[in-house]
Every structure is written in C-alpha cells, then in structure tokens.
C-alpha cells in the first residue's frame, strides 16, 4: 500500500478496534471471539495468544497493529513464521504428529466439513510424511517452508479470513462505458430488447389513437380510454406468455431465434405490473373527469358514483365503476402475493390459489369493458384449449410414485412410473400433484433423470414450502408407504442387497465393498433396473404385504423405500436448456438443488457421447458432431454451501465419471468443478493445512475425500474471472453458459458472460 493507503488503513483499525474494545481499552478473548468469527475456539485461542504479545491476557491496540502489520505488510518468511507458530502448539519449535492431527481436527471443523477419524488420520499421514523430508518425526520450520513452496500462492497470499472487518471496504468500482451500452449486452439481451421495444411502441400506438379518438370530450376521458385500450390489449396478451404447452412447441421452431421465449415468466410479470399501473391510472383518469363534471354539472357524490351502478355509467348495467373496483383489488392482491418474499419463503401455497383469481379477473373484464371479447377471444381460446387438453392428458393415467428416496438435507426424490407416450427433453419440467397430499395443487418440479431411462422418471425435491415440506414428512413414515406384492417385495430384497454398499463420498471411504457391487449399485440407480438376483429365493426376508415396509440406510444418510403413492403429473414443459445440443461448448453451473435440471442433461450427454464412441473411432468423432449434438465440450460446475448438500447427485457424478473414463480414458469431454462455499480457502491461516492435504491425499488415491469423486472440491466461491478465462481460452468453440440457482448469483454471472463474450441463459428457479 502507499503511505496514503497505510494511513487511512491504520486509522481505519483504530476505529474498529474501539467499537469492540471495552471500556479499558483492551480485547479480551471473548471479545476477539466475537469480532473474528470463528467457528472454531482453537483458532480463536491461537490467534489471541499470538496476538497478545505481552502476555497479558488482552489486546491492546498497539498489539493489533504490530500483528496486522506483519500479516498484511510481513514478507514471505513472517508470514509462513506466525503460521509455523499457530500449528506449533508446545512452543517446542517442530510440529509432531498430534499437533498437526489437532489442527487439521480443528481447521476441519472451522471448514464446515465433516470426515470420519480414520479419515483424518490419512490426512494428517498424508501432510506429515510430505512434509518430513528428512524422517525425523517432527516438521521444522525450513521442512514447512519447502512443503509450501509447491503450491504457489499460497505464502504470499497468506492471511486471516476473518479479519476481513479490519480492512476498510473497497471504493465501488466504476465502469468506464455503461453495461447497457456494451455489444455483449445486446448481444445476449437482442430478442428480448427487440421485442420490449417493439411492446412498448405498441401500446403507445394503442393509447394515442384511443385518446385522440376521445379528444373532444375532455382531457381526463382521453386519458381513461387510451389505458382502456392498452389494458384490453395488455390483459389479452398476458394469457400468450402462459401457454406452456404452445412455448414450448415454439421452442423447437426458427422462431425460437427471434422471440424471447426463454423470459416469458419475466416478461409475464412485467406485464402484470403494467397491468396493474395502467388499471391504477384508468380509475384515477376516471375520478378526476367525475369530479370535474360534479363541479360543472352538480353530479352526484363520489361514493355514489363508484358504489352504485346507473344507466350509462359503462359496462354490462352501467357497472364500470364498481367491476372496476373489484379489478383493482384483484389485481393488487394478485401482484402482492406473487412477490419473491411470498413465492420463495414457504408460502407457495398463498401465491398459487390467489393467482388462480384470474378465472374471476377476465370475468369482470368482459363484464366492465364491452369490447374486451374482441381482444381476448383468441388467446383466451388457446389458454383454455391448453387447459383442457392439460386437464385430460394430466388425469387420463393415474401413475404411481413407486421409490422414494429420503435425503438429510430434507430433499425427497421420487422415482415416478412413466407413461409408454410420455416423450421430454433434457431440462424440461413437469407439473406434479399427488393427491393424498393436496387434491387439487399442482407444483412444478424439473425432471432430473434423461430421457433415455425407461420405465421411470426421477423428481428431486427440496422441502421449503408448506406442499414440500408436507411431501417430505408423509414420505418419512413407513406406514402410510404400501408395499406393492411379491414382485416388489423380491426387487426390494435386491436392491436391499446391494445397499451395504458405501455410495462415493461417505465418509471419504472406499467407493463399496467390492468394485462390482458399487458399478451394479450405480447402475440400478441410474437406470431405474432392478440390480442382478442375488441369494436364494428362500432367503428372503422382506415383509409381508400389508406390513411396514422397511427403510435400506446407505451412506450419507439416505434411505430407500419402495411404495406406491398415487400421483398425476402434467407436462412435460420446455425451457432455455434445450439449446444446448446445438452447443459446442456448454458451460453448466448449478447452485445447490439447482443441479436439477442439469442430472438430466448430463445423463443425456453422456448417452450420446457413448452411442458415438461406440459408433466411430476416436478420430473421426473428435469433435462429437452430429444431427442430435454438436458437444466439443462440457464444464459442469456445481456450488454448494456446505458438505452435505453434494449427497444429492454425488452417485450420479461417480457414474459420469466412470463412464468417461471407460470410453476414453484421460479424457476431458466432461470436467467437474465442484465449490464448497462454507470451506476456507488455501491462503487462510485456519484452513491452509486442511488444503494442502486433502489435495496430497487426492492425488495419492486418484478421488476426493470429501465427495468421493476424482474432481477435487474447491474451497469458497469460484473465481468467475479465472474461470471463464480459462474456458475461453480452451477455445472448443462458440460457448454457451446455462444457469440455475439464486437470481443473485445469476446477476454475477451474466455479468461476467457479457464481459466474455458468451451466450448466457438462465432457468427460472
């Protein structure tokens, strides 16, 4: 820093230091404690010690400084000294094998990652033997220094996470050209600005000559029926954006490339708060010309005005002014409902039956406005075609959920009988409604397995909301779960067989008992196949009908049970990542149960990947290019907030993995890109062990101790700079990013597309 910049960041520390100091002026350890953070109270005792250089049993303000100093002005040499001196429990001046185990125990806990002891002994093995280069049994202060110099980086850029609150926050930075101005911007914005342009010009056109046409009678009347108009529009055309079944024929038409189909939930809600304000400037535009002709002409009150219907007061028996009302009230519920805070925080429920008073909006509409049966004739026929055919498509086969799969993280995945003429596509969604949990409640979920499994399909869902969470305990009882005969019985012997089997990334141990066990393990899981017959018939033990059936447990918590919950699904629908076989590198990210979406594409890809393997050699396939997929390359990166969170799609990721490395060993067609964002990162004092062995341990056993997969974990947040560099620079061809998580994290993401220049799309979510 310069001595401007060191100046203010002293001042800066003076300033924090006494908003947490006590009235004597001193931290004590409590008081650290709170200000650093920490998970973990070795490091919190650690640090207090070493920054209490006197020994006093507190922190003065000179102590910070001089600590701070060295971690943030320190060379090389200081830094890797006070970390020596962290792990350096004894003072001894050499770390023995237990210290290093006590720290990695606590550097694991402060990481928010779980492992099982013995797992941690292979750690603190793995780090010890790297480190004792000369077999001493204890690692000097030159041994750690050589051991940290292989993995550049990581001394300079060593440092305290959470001493974060005594560095002053950064100058927001300032783009030197507007974001809107970019071509990138119109590059990936181009449909859906064009057609926001050409919805705007519309409406305009609309009002003007409705106004003008009104002119002559007053400058309120003008106004109120050039709203009517847009609102006639505007009402009718909102219906067009819910089509789902038509949007999505649309998806696989050239047209496809020129409307913004993937933005038509946006849009939709756009709309409506357009709706809503034209409808709010109509009423008032109404009020205001009443009011100006009471003063001329001594009309009636206000109140009577809108409270009671009169001959020529507009609408079906002059009730314009009390239908419009109503529509008012409507309207403004319908928008204060469909809020993120009432959709996302568990109240799916409140936005869902209050949208459904659209039935009684278009209603009222054809009762206030006689000339709305004009505009809304067409695409009111096509919504309730859409819905009838929804209707009888959705309730002529009664399905079954017949295996539900209960997840820690309160995700229920359910494997769902399939229809013989039910056809979808990789990401597509469908509506769910399982009566014995809501009669008449329909919610959508993304279908999470590939259209090439027959026989099922595979739903994952997240218990948030009242439905889901209602879902999650009715599947958690065994009693309510009926048991399905002797066929089901002697297929859930097998897979009850097969369960002892550790799943990849339990407790960091070995993928099963036996290699076989865990590809036939995979295998039944991702294909819906009942595993191979194992035992002798008369070895099975599985309840008799009627009884309750039993729970199989296998690894992280997760258990198996075979039902038979009646159920009825409607669908399927499309969504933005249908395009991406016409990819040529496809860039997937997925935040936490956002994965969704993409188990089915994965699937798919790989489907195809093999078929084409199997079909040419491998030069003649290079490329992977072909009527069905243009793939060159595929980068999944997956973000999670903390360990257990990777047990959702873990198998399924073990399996992929697999899979490549049978049809072209070493190959780099599909790359995982795993983060785990409650993990500290290399640089940080309190996690830098843990790193550095868990990536020794990693390429000594080929896989990942916290996943089990042979992609490492990454720790905290992915660099999106560093990452998309590199993806730009692989240059496999024109590339496309899809993305499905938080609309915060998808801000960040776009912005960084534009900034490369890729293509960026985004489920809803």
């Not at 806990?109 to 001493?136: H, I, M, T, W, Y």
């Not at 296998?554 to 409607?570: N, Q």
């Not at 998309?724 to 801000?747: I, M, T």
Request: glycine share 8%; with cysteine; hydrophobic share 40%.
């Amino acid at each position: 820093m310069s001595a401007g910049e060191d100046a203010a960041w002293l001042r800066w520390v003076a300033k924090q230091f006494e908003s947490i100091a006590g009235a004597d002026r001193q931290i004590h350890l409590e008081e650290f404690k709170a200000a650093l953070k920490v998970k973990e109270s070795f490091f919190a005792e650690r640090l207090f010690a070493l920054f209490d250089s006197d020994g006093s049993g507190t922190i003065s303000l000179e102590e910070l400084l001089s600590a701070l100093s060295l971690l943030v002005h320190g060379s090389e040499t200081d830094k890797l000294r006070f970390l020596f001196q962290v792990y350096d429990i004894d003072g001894s001046g050499a770390i023995d094998p237990a210290e290093l185990r006590l720290v990695l125990r606590a550097c694991l806990r402060e990481s928010a990652v779980s492992l099982p002891p013995p797992r941690l002994d292979d750690l603190a093995r793995a780090l010890f033997e790297a480190a004792d280069k000369d077999g001493s049994g204890s690692i000097t202060f030159e041994e750690l220094r050589a051991e940290l110099e292989a993995f550049p980086g990581v001394m300079e850029n060593l440092s305290i996470s959470a001493v974060s609150w005594l560095k002053p926050p950064p100058p927001p930075e300032r783009s030197r050209r507007p974001r809107y101005l970019t071509a990138a911007y119109w590059h990936n914005h181009g449909s859906q600005l064009a057609f926001l342009g050409g919805y705007t010009s519309l409406n305009l056109l609309l009002f003007t000559l409705a106004a003008l046409r009104h002119a002559g009678l007053g400058g309120w009347l003008a106004v109120a029926r050039g709203c009517g108009q847009c609102l006639n529009f505007n009402c009718a055309f909102i219906a067009v954006l819910m089509l789902r079944r038509c949007l999505s024929w649309l998806r696989a038409t050239p047209v496809a490339q020129v409307l913004p189909l993937d933005h038509s939930v946006g849009l939709h809600q756009l709309m409506g708060y357009v709706v809503l304000a034209l409808g709010a400037v109509h009423t008032g535009a109404h009020v205001a010309n009443f009011s100006r002709l009471a003063r001329q002409d001594g009309h009636r009150a206000l109140t009577e005005f809108l409270l009671t219907a009169r001959p020529g007061g507009g609408g079906l028996g002059g009730t314009a002014s009390q239908t419009g009302l109503a529509l008012q009230g409507l309207l403004a519920a319908m928008l204060a409902f469909s809020s993120p805070c009432v959709r996302r925080g568990g109240h799916f429920e409140v936005f869902y039956w209050s949208h459904l008073s659209y039935v009684s909006v278009w209603a009222l509409l054809l009762l206030h406005a006689p000339n709305f049966w004009k505009w809304f004739v067409v695409p009111g026929g096509l919504f309730v075609l859409e819905k009838a055919v929804g209707l009888v498509v959705s309730r002529a086969v009664g399905l079954r959920i017949v295996e539900v799969n209960l997840l820690p993280s309160k995700v229920t995945h359910l494997v769902v009988q399939r229809p013989r003429s039910f056809r979808f596509r990789p990401g597509d969604y469908v509506y769910l409604n399982v009566p014995a949990i809501a009669a008449y409640e329909w919610h959508p979920f993304t279908i999470s397995s590939a259209p090439e499994q027959q026989g099922t399909i595979w739903l994952h869902v997240r218990a948030r909301g009242q439905w889901t969470s209602r879902l999650h305990e009715y599947c958690r009882h065994p009693e309510v779960l009926q048991p399905r005969g002797n066929l089901q019985r002697a297929r859930w012997w097998r897979w009850a067989k097969a369960a002892p089997c550790t799943r990849p990334g339990s407790g960091g141990g070995s993928v099963a008992t036996g290699e076989d066990e865990a590809i036939e393990l995979t295998s039944y899981r991702a294909t819906g196949a009942p595993a191979a017959p194992q035992g002798r018939p008369d070895e099975d033990p599985s309840p008799e009908v009627g009884s309750t059936v039993s729970t199989v447990s296998t690894g992280l918590g997760e258990s198996h049970r075979l039902c038979s919950i009646k159920c009825y699904i409607d669908g399927p629908y499309g969504t933005p990542t249908r395009r991406i076989f016409t990819s040529e590198h496809a860039v997937l990210i997925g935040a936490g149960i956002g994965i969704t979406p993409f188990a089915s594409i994965l699937q798919s890809i790989m489907y195809r990947y093999r078929l084409r393997k199997q079909s040419h050699n491998h030069k003649q396939c290079e490329s992977l290019r072909g009527e069905d997929m243009t793939l060159r390359k595929v980068d999944f990166i997956w973000i999670n907030r903390d360990q257990k969170h990777f047990e959702w799609f873990v198998s399924l990721l073990a399996k992929l993995e697999l899979e490549q490395d049978e049809q072209e060993p070493g190959g780099r067609f599909l790359e995982l890109h795993l983060y785990l964002t409650a993990a500290l990162g290399k640089s940080d004092v309190r996690a830098v062990g843990l790193q550095l062995a868990l990536d020794l341990l990693a390429a000594k056993e080929h896989k990942d101790s916290i996943t089990g997969l042979r992609a490492r974990t990454q720790p905290g947040r992915p660099d999106w700079s560093k990452v998309f560099g590199k993806v730009a620079e692989e240059r496999k061809g024109k590339v496309q990013v899809f993305f499905c998580g938080s609309p915060a994290l998808a801000k960040v993401v776009r912005a960084h597309c534009e900034r490369f220049g890729f293509r960026f799309f985004k489920e809803n979510f």
